[in-house]
């Protein structure tokens, strides 16, 4: 992966594709909708809380699998990988690979 490290409260985060067949083999259709999951690659070192001017420690890890909107973020491709680098704010949920959406 290229050097591209966020800075303060940003995310990046790599998009997961939606599966392409069931757990049964049944194929699914090719879905236009943008992908909402990703993994996170790599986080900046946090950013200032805006309500109380405190430090605040990011709230995701590096290998998380975060829930974020499809309008979020910036879209990043580099050597020919598409990224997402995200605000904080902008990740919704971490998802726990038991409770797979």
């Known amino acids: 992966m290229t050097g591209l490290v966020p800075l303060g409260d940003r ?3 790599e998009p997961v594709p939606p599966p392409e067949t069931t757990e049964s083999g049944l194929v699914l259709m090719a879905s236009s909708e943008p992908e909402i999951l990703g993994r996170v690659l790599r986080v ?3 950013g200032v ?3 109380c ?3 605040r420690e990011p709230e995701v890890a590096v290998g998380n699998l975060v829930l974020f909107a ?3 973020g910036q879209e990043i491709t580099l050597d020919g990988v598409r990224y997402v680098l995200l605000a904080a704010r902008e990740v919704l949920a971490v998802v726990t690979e038991d409770e797979h959406v």
Do not use: F, N, W, Y
């Open 11 to 13: 995310v990046l985060v």
């Open 53 to 55: 001017g405190e430090a």
């Open 44 to 46: 900046g070192s946090g």
């Open 70 to 72: 499809s309008t979020s």
């Open 49 to 51: 809380c805006a309500g």
